[in-house]
């Protein structure tokens, strides 16, 4: 079936579009995008992609696809390279605002290969914005894991669907996404060129990832964002060292180039402390949600035009509910910033008084909150399309919160242990075995498993402590440790001149008689 074919067959014919029709904005807007990229003017290129596709899209395409490619071909020379290009915003436009069919998913992934294949093994002399690479691996990820969510659901698939899933049987396969974003991280040789640029022997994070000599910035930086898609597809397959390998040579403390890119910088941020939570290593995960719910909090008034807002709307929410599990599981409110702490108090603050009781309605909200803010966990093998169909796109998010929950269920004896740790220096075995009603070999099992789950490895392999309290046993007697964070003059300082400049500039406006 032609591309042109299935174009009619998903806006039901019926609507009046017709994929060989080009408006005269479409045909001036592939002839100027055209031009620029040959251009390298990489500005226009930008505010094209993301002010005139988007303003084409709301206006002509609301509720229809673009025009075909081979309708627009004619008017860039067929030029093969930009039609790849155009196909790919195509297929963006389509899943954002319609429901591709099978036979659209697969192309759609051929299409990828073809743009990957010729970025690896072609000549490739285009300066892209960051935004639009950024968003070809966001796009490829997230059309993975709709394609694994879609063929999951067996049951309602029609003949002629079961036969295509058979026919095209390696379309979206998990080693082939893998295969490419590992192959684009490597031919890039992205992390060498990170390594040299924390010595001050390149230029990457300087310019942006652009290359102002004229070369080509898409194979670097699309090796780098690659990074960030195998993070995000690890997550997805419920393996977490994994992924979190994958982000070792991004330096995510410092400003880099996934920080420039509001979408990768969330999407980083999010995968890395769902990852570290899932590991136990709650601080990591806090520490970071608290930068970035803080840097959203006070920055997404700036964003609000962009297409990408309601996402990042999305995503801050599910990360204050992550925010709020780290916290229950590992008490560490002075890692929070105030506005992060006051916007978490507001959303969460009953929820997790009741997650502390640790009984069935304490669960209840463990997995609500889990639940909304995991990602949308996938099973990446191909169904045996013989035994009788049915539907199984939600075991892998199941076993993901089994595990969870299970972690949780064995935080409840620990919720006591800490009351009383709180409370007193130093206690004695016997003292605090009658406090919790057990014995003192059960305390004793009790207080080893505290220790346990209160330390974690982190990526160096060192093990850290998650505890906000530690003890130590000597002659039967229990010694508390109460740890004391350093305190943080500069952040104090700094919010207070803020706040003095504020009111420096209101006095400034103040006309006096």
């Known amino acids: ?221 699309l090796g780098y964002f690659s990074m960030v898609g195998l993070l995000r597809v690890h997550c997805l397959l419920g393996d977490y060292h994994t992924a979190l390998k994958w982000l070792q040579p991004i330096d995510i403390t410092q400003q880099g180039v996934y920080t420039s890119v509001i979408g990768c910088h969330i999407a980083t941020i999010y995968h890395y402390g769902f990852a570290n939570l899932m590991l136990r290593r709650y601080l990591d995960s806090v520490r970071e949600f608290n930068k970035i719910l803080l840097y959203i909090f006070k920055t997404k008034q700036y964003h609000q035009k962009s297409p990408q807002y309601e996402q990042l709307l999305k995503k801050n929410e599910q990360m204050y509910a992550l925010l709020a599990l780290c916290l229950s599981l590992c008490p560490q409110p002075k890692l929070v910033d105030d506005s992060v702490s006051s916007q978490l108090r507001d959303k969460y603050g009953e929820k997790m008084m009741r997650m502390l009781r640790y009984d069935d309605e304490a669960f209840g909200i463990y997995d609500e909150l889990f639940s909304y803010a995991c990602p949308k966990f996938i099973t990446p093998s191909p169904p045996c399309l013989e035994e009788p169909l049915v539907n199984y796109n939600q075991d892998a998010y199941r076993l993901q919160l089994k595990m969870f929950l299970y972690e949780v269920k064995q935080q409840q004896l620990l919720s006591g242990v800490r009351t009383f740790l709180k409370v007193y220096s130093s206690i004695s075995l016997a003292k605090l075995a009658n406090y919790m009603e057990v014995d003192e070999p059960t305390l004793r099992t009790i207080l080893l498993t505290y220790k346990h789950k209160t330390h974690a490895v982190d990526s160096d392999g060192r093990i850290i402590s998650n505890a906000d309290i530690d003890f130590y046993i000597n002659n039967d007697m229990i010694y508390v440790v109460e740890s004391k964070p350093a305190k943080r003059y500069g952040d104090f300082f700094l919010r207070q001149i803020a706040k003095l400049e504020g009111v420096i500039n209101d006095m400034d406006r103040v006309k006096l008689e």
């Open 1 to 221: 079936m032609e591309i042109a074919e299935y174009e009619r067959e998903e806006s039901g014919g019926e609507s009046g579009y017709d994929p060989n029709m080009v408006p005269d904005s479409v045909k001036s807007f592939v002839v100027h995008m055209y031009r620029h990229i040959r251009e390298k003017n990489v500005y226009e290129i930008h505010q094209m992609c993301e002010t005139s596709f988007q303003s084409i899209s709301e206006r002509l395409f609301k509720e229809t696809p673009w025009p075909s490619v081979e309708a627009i071909a004619p008017y860039v020379d067929n030029d093969h390279v930009f039609c790849l290009l155009y196909r790919e915003m195509w297929f963006r436009h389509l899943y954002a605002r319609l429901s591709p069919t099978l036979k659209q998913r697969i192309d759609s992934y051929d299409n990828y290969c073809s743009l990957f294949q010729v970025v690896l093994h072609g000549v490739v002399n285009m300066q892209l914005p960051n935004q639009w690479l950024w968003d070809m691996v966001d796009e490829f990820v997230y059309q993975f894991q709709s394609f694994c969510q879609f063929r999951a659901k067996l049951k309602n698939k029609t003949e002629e669907e079961i036969a295509l899933l058979r026919q095209h049987d390696k379309a979206w396969n998990v080693y082939g996404v893998l295969n490419f974003l590992q192959a684009l991280v490597e031919k890039s040789c992205i992390i060498q060129i990170l390594e040299q640029d924390k010595h001050g022997l390149e230029q990457f994070t300087a310019t942006d990832g652009y290359d102002y000599s004229g070369g080509s910035n898409v194979l670097k930086v």
